[in-house]
């Protein structure tokens, strides 16, 4: 069996006030009906899993491979500028 590559994922805040998402590494503030990439570790940060579950959030779909490398990079800058 071929293991899975993990993508992230494009999330949409589907309330219809603001929601802040506080995950390990960022917090994401997001309006209502808004979207935002996150990357294949935060899709499983129990956070993460707990708005999706009660629907607060919901997966629009996952990122492409571009997508996905651009995310990554800009995490990882943002996290080295924080000095993790």
Request: no cysteine; charged share 30%.
């Amino acid at each position: 069996m071929i293991p899975r590559k993990r993508k992230g994922m494009i999330i949409k805040n589907t309330n219809k006030k603001p929601l802040t998402v506080k995950l390990k590494h960022r917090e994401i503030g997001l309006p209502p009906g808004g979207t935002a990439p996150i990357t294949s570790d935060e899709v499983m940060e129990n956070s993460m899993r707990d708005l999706l579950q009660v629907r607060q959030l919901a997966i629009v779909r996952p990122l492409t491979e571009q997508e996905n490398k651009e995310v990554q990079s800009q995490f990882a800058a943002k996290k080295n500028a924080k000095g993790h």
